[in-house]
Every structure is written in C-alpha cells, then in structure tokens.
C-alpha cells in the first residue's frame, strides 16, 4: 500500500492513509544520514524518511472527491547516536545551536518547494531527535494572522514574556497541558537571526523544566506565515497536531476484501 492524503468533502479535514511502520525513525535511518552538522562533541545527523507515494488509482466522479499526488518530505534530525535524549540538560547555548540547525534545514528545503505547511516535533524522551514535515496540503487560512491577533487578547492567560516572545496558554488548547510561544513580531521560522533564536532558547529553556514527564516541542507556521512554538504534555505526532487523522487500511482495498470474503 502507498501513501496517500485523501480530503473528506464534508469535514475538510485530510485523512493519510498509510502503512508506515511504527519504531523509533532515529534507530532505523542510523548510517544512512544525508547531512550533517557539528553539535556538542559530536555530530547532527540528517536522515531522510523515504515513503513512495503514487496518485490515486481510483478514479472518482465529482468534485468531493480529491487525494493529493504527494506526501510532502520527512526527515529527522538526530542529535545522539545512542537511543538516548539529553534535552532537559542542554544549555541554553547548545539549544540555540539545533534551533539553528533546524532553521537551516527548512532554508535548505525551501528551494525543492516540498510544502509550506510545516511541523518540527521533538519528545523529551526517546531518542534525541527533531522530525521534520512539509506537507504540499494547504494550512488553513484565517482572516488576518491568528497568531498577531492571539499575542493581542492573550490577556490573564499570559505566562512570561521577553523582549521577542510572548509566552501564553491558548484560549481553546488541544490538550491538559499546552503553552505558546510565539515571536512579538511578525516572522516565519526561516528568518530568524541569532538574537531571536538565543531569545527563543531561553525561553525553552525555562519551559524544559516545568513539566516533569514526557512532553513534545512543536513548531509550525500559519498560513500567514507567523510562527510558533508549542510546548505540549505528553508524546504528540506530528500528523496529529496538523490535525490530519490516519488510517493503516485502504478503504478501497477494505470494501474489495469484504466483498470477496464476507457474506453479507
């Protein structure tokens, strides 16, 4: 089975349907790392997650019905070669440094034009690693930027604050435990400098300690191009977070094998 988004008509939410194999992406790319960057005493390593994905074979009538010919790109950017994370006790210098590294990766990308709606996940424990998406699925369009007008009304809901960042609780979070962190100004992930992202380590920093079980970094950018970071309680996925739900079977081949093998 290939991989493959299909848009519902009536929720307009995508749905992948894929058989992606669940294990650490970390552990299963080890020697095979596209790109790399100094880090520590040793190395970032970039490994490519390779999934073929074909057009659909299923020829529909109407407009409902729409699948993409593309499941965007993946990668994983891997920080420890052992299937350990040191996240908590990195210093404010060294995550500015994979803050850094992240940036130029989606630069590096930028030019193969993989997708503008993008996630960059990291769970505190596991392996160390960021997983990189692209998505070629549009972002949802809002009148105005969400993210100015939530830095405006963020209000009683407003934790720290610095020079460059805002740090709030949503109004409608996803989950229990869910804080923002979003730049003051107007700016996608792409084009910070190293002051914004120092100013932004800090603020992770701080937000490293607070929460003492598992718990995911998210940064994603909205369709108009503001960015974030999110800091969420507990492992979150990526597809998830986009909200975008996934399916293992075929719906296709599930009504072909019901009716050659079910009597109904």
């Known amino acids: 089975m290939v991989n493959e988004f299909r848009l519902d008509p009536e929720s307009l939410s995508f749905t992948l349907i894929t058989n992606r194999s669940e294990g650490c992406k970390a552990c299963k790319g080890k020697g095979n790392d596209i790109a790399s960057a100094p880090f520590m005493r040793g190395r970032v390593k970039v490994y490519e997650i390779k999934d073929d994905v074909q ?27 052992n299937h350990e994370n040191k996240s908590k006790t990195f210093t404010v210098e060294e995550i500015e440094q994979l803050l850094s590294i992240l940036e130029d990766r989606i630069n590096s990308l930028d030019k193969y034009k ?40 963020a209000s009683n809901r407003e934790i720290y604050s610095t020079e460059n960042f ?12 869910e804080i923002v962190v ?13 002051m914004l992202l120092f100013d932004l380590a800090g603020v992770v920093k701080k937000l490293s300690g607070i929460h003492e079980k ?3 970094w998210a940064i994603s950018q909205n369709a108009g191009g503001h960015f974030k970071l999110k800091f969420l309680g507990g492992k979150a996925n990526p597809y998830d977070l986009l909200e975008i739900k996934i399916a293992t079977i075929n719906p296709d081949l599930l009504a072909k094998e019901i009716r050659e093998t079910k009597k109904l």
Do not use: W
């Not at 057009?55 to 407009?63: A, C, D, H, I, T």
């Not at 392996?127 to 939530?150: A, N, Q, W």
């Not at 805002?166 to 435990?177: E, G, K, M, Q, T």
């Open 55 to 81: 057009p659909s074979k299923y020829e529909l009538s109407g407009e409902f019905f729409k699948s993409s010919l593309a499941d965007g790109y993946e990668e994983v950017i891997v920080d420890s070669d």
């Open 114 to 153: 993989l997708g503008q709606n993008m996630m960059i996940t990291r769970t505190q424990e596991e392996h160390g690693y960021f997983d990189l998406l692209l998505l070629p699925i549009p972002r949802k369009e809002t009148k105005g930027c969400f993210e100015c007008e939530s830095l405006k009304n």
């Open 166 to 177: 805002l740090v709030y609780v949503p109004f409608a979070p996803r989950s229990d435990f």
């Open 182 to 194: 979003a730049p003051k100004r107007h700016i996608g992930f792409g084009q910070c400098d190293p």
């Open 214 to 216: 598992e718990a995911t």
